[in-house]
Nanobody
Framework: HVQLVESGGDSVQAGGSLRLSCAAS????????MGWFRQAPGKGREGGAS????????YSDAVKGRLTISQDNNTDNTVYLQMSSLKAEDSAMYYC????????????????????????WGQGTQVTVS
């Protein structure tokens, strides 16, 4: 049973930093495409960053340079999202997502396709920037 649990969301001032965590269980993370998405009130869920078990990383243009995705190399079951230089427009619910990995190309296409390509989701963690 795949489970994803996010944590680390908080209220911070503009310019601040946060690190979000996604603890995964029920599967081997290296065999999945992992992603961080966010959804602000009244808006659709947008992709932020993705990572594969081999360390391949992708970012959306909207967050490139300010968000850094990584994974725990010891356990491979925790994915992190380091957020810096936060802006008010970064305020959103942040979700961790997973999709079984068929190939690196598949993970690329899944991230490009967006949230509908991922079958497993956490409950989300709220980030508020003021």
């Amino acid at each position: 049973h795949v489970q994803l649990v996010e944590s680390g969301g908080d209220s911070v001032q503009a310019g601040g930093s946060l690190r979000l965590s996604c603890a995964a269980s029920g599967y081997t993370q290296s065999s999945y495409c992992m992603g961080w998405f966010r959804q602000a009130p009244g808006k659709g869920r947008e992709g932020g960053a993705s990572i594969e078990g081999d360390g391949t990383i992708r970012y959306s243009d909207a967050v490139k340079g300010r968000l850094t995705i990584s994974q725990d190399n010891n356990t491979d079951n925790t994915v992190y999202l380091q957020m810096s230089s936060l802006k008010a427009e970064d305020s959103a619910m942040y979700y961790c997502a997973a999709e079984p990995r068929r190939s690196s190309t598949y993970c690329y296409l899944a991230f490009k396709a967006g949230s509908e390509a991922y079958n497993y989701w956490g409950q989300g963690t709220q980030v508020t920037v003021s």
